[in-house]
């Protein structure tokens, strides 16, 4: 019950007071991280904020981590920094920018040539303020955040069969605040406005995981999604610095943020069901607004799967 007005809340629930509360009231153990040690885990927008956080914490538990991520030099700085950090050698680099699906391509070639990948966490991402488009044609914050993961996944799928791999979606309980919009996904209406597209395209991704993720358990693939609440960040520093300033004392540090990924890639498969949404270690609703519920129907599900195979060029081109 205390943790229901918890959520009910919102401001205790994704605030730093969440995790504080939560970790005493469901008496929290620390990750067994010997489900990690010696395995391959592939963290997309690994070069700061959550993704570095989460690349150190596999890192120090003995994993094979591979950081995905835009700049070669920036992604070597923190490749070096990260092993001599946690005396592990086994950390590589694979330069993609997720926005632009010819080189998601090239890296899910390599990917592949890892031969089995245990964890794979969708991280990268960004909330621009003005309205841009990809090489291909997108609108950028649906390609880094949608395409590009939806692709970069399909095409490694053999090598997340072969590593029975959980695939962690991070996204963002700005989420809550959108309903799925297929037009507008297809069709960004002006004026932009970058934080409602960002909550657009963070919706679209839950969205396409429940759709998703039944046929992944048929692979030995167990994806799910959680949000990280409200984590003081480089790029809410960047994106939101209103916000950042006066919600500050309430941030969640780094550490609370990446918690319930790393308790995600390590629990029994039996207590992370596919398909579902997480927060501080608990399943949490999809929707806590009627007409979010009421735009996500399994026919739009279906929808928005025609719509990322044909963005992403793996379907012939047709009505979504």
């Known amino acids: 019950m205390l943790d229901a007005l918890l959520e009910v809340s919102v401001v205790a629930s994704f605030s730093r007071l969440g995790p504080v509360i939560r970790r005493r009231l469901f008496r929290w153990e620390d990750p067994d991280w010997s489900h990690l040690t010696g395995r391959v885990a592939v963290v997309t927008g690994a070069t700061s904020g959550l993704g570095r956080e989460i690349a150190m914490d596999f890192a120090r538990a003995g994993a094979r981590v591979v950081l995905v991520a835009r700049d070669p030099s920036r992604a070597q700085r923190v490749r070096d920094e990260i092993a001599a950090a946690c005396s592990n050698s086994e950390i590589s680099v694979v330069i993609a920018d997720l926005g632009d699906l010819e ?66 979606w991070v996204t963002s309980g700005g989420m809550y605040s959108q309903p799925l919009d297929l037009d507008w996904l297809a069709a960004p209406q002006s004026p932009y406005n970058g934080v409602t597209a960002y909550a657009k395209v963070k919706r679209a991704q839950v969205a396409l995981l429940e759709h998703w993720a039944p046929e992944m358990v048929a692979h030995g693939i167990t994806m799910t999604a959680m949000h990280p609440g409200w984590t003081d960040t480089p790029g809410l520093q960047r994106s939101l610095p209103a916000f950042r300033r006066f919600l500050r004392p309430l941030l969640r540090t780094l550490a609370q943020g990446v918690d319930t990924v790393n308790w995600l890639a390590t629990a029994p498969i039996a207590s992370t069901p596919p398909g579902t949404l997480w927060l501080d270690r608990r399943v949490r609703s999809m929707h806590r607004l009627k007409r979010t519920r009421d735009s996500d129907t399994p026919a739009r599900r279906e929808r928005l799967w025609r719509y990322c195979e044909l963005r992403a060029g793996l379907a012939a081109q047709g009505p979504v």
């Open 103 to 168: 080189s998601v391509r090239h890296a899910a070639n390599e990917l592949n040539a890892l031969g089995s990948v245990n964890v794979l966490v969708h991280n990268a991402g960004a909330l621009t303020r003005d309205f841009t488009k990809t090489t291909q044609g997108l609108e950028s914050t649906t390609a880094v955040h949608l395409i590009g993961p939806f692709l970069l996944t399909r095409l490694i799928e053999p090598v997340l069969v072969a590593g029975q791999a959980r695939v962690i």
